[in-house]
T-cell receptor, first 114, second 114 residues
Framework: NAGVTQTPKFQVLKTGQSMTLQCAQDMNHNSMYWYRQDPGMGLRLIYYSASEGTTDKGEVPNGYNVSRLNKREFSLRLESAAPSQTSVYFC?????????????FGSGTRLTVV | AQSVTQLDSQVPVFEEAPVELRCNYSSSVSVYLFWYVQYPNQGLQLLLKYLSGSTLVKGINGFEAEFNKSQTSFHLRKPSVHISDTAEYFCAVSYGGSQGNLIFGKGTKLSVKP
């Protein structure tokens, strides 16, 4: 099925470890996004990419880096994980005209940092 | 600052009862409004959207929402809920025109009891 695929689905890290969350979409969308979801906080934008080769900071970028590898893939890297980064991470994508279809979301990565 | 407020963090309701989930947004010249649903352990799915025209918008699964410009609201309603409607619901707004990023509310957890 067409959509947004995130890997891994679950991950446990020790404080200070690094990891990369992968996201790929097969809908030929230009824009891609990374959000984190925490109880009572809703969805908060970490980074987004309006097109291949461009990335911009969102509301909560500290502690994260991103790479827009090509049009399909947008990865999120935690260089030195901290317990405060325990969260559920969602990747999303959209066409340029966001209002046409809104965002298409992946199923999420549940990350625990101990 | 542009914002979206979901007035209730949790809404418990009995099966077959009506429900209204409330959403207010910051006043703006033009806005585009969305409701998303997130079932347990899944990503977000688009329920419905308002772009223009009729202020009453119908979505999937029997949900509808009404755009009220004077009250800057976009409340979600369903006349009779089912157990399967138990989920978290997010209101989202695009303030930046057709290409503007979505700003999400903090979510409302709907719990339908038998």
């Amino acid at each position: 099925n067409a959509g947004v695929t995130q890997t891994p689905k679950f991950q446990v890290l020790k404080t200070g470890q690094s990891m990369t969350l992968q996201c790929a979409q097969d809908m030929n969308h230009n824009s891609m996004y990374w959000y984190r979801q925490d109880p009572g906080m809703g969805l908060r934008l970490i980074y987004y990419s309006a097109s291949e080769g461009t990335t911009d900071k969102g509301e909560v970028p500290n502690g994260y880096n991103v790479s827009r590898l090509n049009k399909r893939e947008f990865s999120l890297r935690l260089e030195s994980a901290a317990p405060s980064q325990t969260s559920v991470y969602f990747c999303a994508s959209s066409t340029d005209r966001v209002i046409d279809y809104g965002y298409t979301f992946g199923s999420g990565t549940r990350l625990t940092v101990v | 600052a542009q914002s979206v407020t979901q007035l209730d963090s949790q809404v418990p309701v009995f099966e077959e009862a009506p429900v209204e989930l409330r959403c207010n947004y910051s006043s703006s010249v033009s806005v585009y409004l969305f409701w998303y649903v997130q079932y347990p352990n899944q990503g977000l799915q688009l329920l419905l959207k308002y772009l223009s025209g009729s202020t009453l918008v119908k979505g999937i699964n029997g949900f509808e929402a009404e755009f009220n410009k004077s009250q800057t609201s976009f409340h979600l309603r369903k006349p009779s809920v089912h157990i399967s409607d138990t989920a978290e619901y997010f209101c989202a707004v695009s303030y930046g025109g057709s290409q503007g990023n979505l700003i999400f509310g903090k979510g409302t957890k709907l719990s339908v009891k038998p």
